[in-house]
């Protein structure tokens, strides 16, 4: 396998050309030019309102519909009319989530899970006024959720499984594939939380067998908005809020009013990033998703190096490290890693390192019920570092002399 092209990554990316450590990227990530360039030409040039006759107009049109293929590329999707464009993944998951709660009939039971992002699990919680029953999978003491767990809380009367492709707290990985597969011969539907994961690795839908997927495009290297994918039948079946003239038909039924067009097409253009990486690596990768999953696959492969060197760092520090730190299982997880300092509140460990210009995040990390879990008390939770394939292993030597630092002080 040829070297992670770091050097290449890192210039592209015009934040990180004055030093400044990112470690909480799970919060949001950085984005390349090509994405800084690709906003500024939509603002400078058709910063105007869809579905005009005027040649400004047509472009927003035509910017979008290009948006619209490279996502889909991005997860894989079987038609372009199965995503959908936003404000951010909240918004759609409230909106799949009341449409499932209009729609309940004899299968009244939502299954939520307690590693979840606390978005994935309130606007289903909600559904109880509706009639629904909440059924809770719990992570194990592995930090995981385990697909065979899904058993004995299957049932007739499941309508959905609502679950996290990783989490944003403790960054471990869940098997989609074995969820639909269960999920499906109960006849429940699917509904992932991919926004965590989403920067991390290769998303195919077909693969996974899910019903619908959210993602922040902020966390994948755009500006801030949000997407969703849904099966085009699944989507089009589901009671959404629209004006009388919008067709009942995805993606128009799901998006409602105007979104930010310029941050739309900064998400093409990180997608088109993401692919520029891919061809850097193979240039003969055959295709746009060739190209794509090549990528994805590069920088699984080096952020495994990344969570390796983060844990070592986290040994010497003594620190408690909450989830997967088995070796073998690293390619269970994202470098996403919240820990502890012995004696040292998290937030005196976050305040130093802000100190020395790297940024990490201290507290619950918008799941409380997760931190509960960990025996942690929400309000002030752990210390989070959550890195990306821009982050080097420079980088985390110098978290790990710094934490060193801390410890002396
Ligand atoms: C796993 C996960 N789910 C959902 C969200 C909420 O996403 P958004 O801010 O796009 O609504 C986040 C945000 O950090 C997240 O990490």
């Not at 372009?80 to 998951?93: K, L, R």
């Not at 993602?215 to 801030?224: E, N, T």
């Not at 099966?231 to 809020?241: D, G, I, K, Q, V």
């Not at 492969?301 to 760092?313: H, P």
Request: proline share 4%; glycine share 6%; with cysteine.
């Amino acid at each position: 396998m040829p070297d992670f092209p770091i050097t290449r990554v890192r210039a592209a990316f015009p934040a990180l050309q004055d030093g400044y450590v990112f470690f909480d990227n799970a919060a949001g990530a950085q984005s390349p030019a090509l994405v800084l360039d690709a906003v500024a030409d939509h603002l400078l040039h058709r910063n105007v309102q869809r579905g005009g006759r005027y040649r400004q107009s047509q472009e927003v049109d035509e910017a979008i519909a290009r948006a619209r293929t490279s996502v889909a590329l991005l997860v894989n999707a079987r038609h372009d009319n199965e995503i959908s464009f936003g404000m951010n993944a909240t918004s759609f998951m409230r909106l799949i989530s009341i449409a499932i709660g209009q729609s309940l009939g004899a299968r009244r039971e939502i299954i939520v899970t307690d590693l979840d992002h606390e978005a994935n699990i309130a606007v289903w919680l909600a559904l109880e006024r509706e009639g629904a029953k909440i059924v809770w999978w719990h992570f194990r003491d592995d930090g995981r959720l385990h697909p065979e767990d899904l058993e004995k809380l299957l049932s007739p009367r499941t309508r959905i499984v609502a679950c996290t492709l990783a989490s944003n707290a403790i960054g471990s990985i869940l098997d989609i594939a074995e969820v639909s597969k269960r999920a499906h011969a109960a006849g429940a539907e699917v509904f992932v939380d991919a926004v965590h994961f989403g920067p991390h690795g290769t998303m195919d839908v077909q693969e996974f067998d899910c019903d619908y997927l959210v993602c922040s495009g902020y966390k994948i290297f755009s500006p801030h908005m949000g997407f969703l994918w849904g099966r085009l039948e699944s989507l089009n079946a589901l009671p959404t809020f629209r004006e009388e003239f919008v067709p009942d038909t995805a993606p128009a039924k799901l998006e409602i009013g105007t979104y930010i067009y310029e941050n739309v097409a900064g998400m093409d253009a990180a997608v088109r990033y993401l692919e520029e990486l891919g061809r850097s690596i193979n240039p003969a990768a055959a295709s746009r998703r060739a190209a794509l999953v090549t990528s994805t696959e590069a920088i699984r492969g080096y952020e495994a190096q990344l969570s390796r060197a983060m844990l070592q760092a986290l040994s010497h520090a003594q620190a408690t490290v909450y989830g997967i730190v088995d070796d073998q299982n690293i390619p269970l997880r994202t470098p996403t890693l919240c820990f502890n300092l012995p004696g040292i509140s998290p937030a005196r460990v976050t305040e130093q390192l802000a100190a020395q210009n790297l940024s990490v995040r201290d507290g619950h990390m918008y799941s409380p019920r997760l931190m509960k879990r960990l025996g942690l008390a929400p309000e002030s939770g752990a210390v989070r570092a959550s890195l990306v394939h821009y982050n080097t292993l420079e980088e985390v030597e110098r978290f790990g002399s710094l934490l060193a630092d801390i410890k002396r002080a």
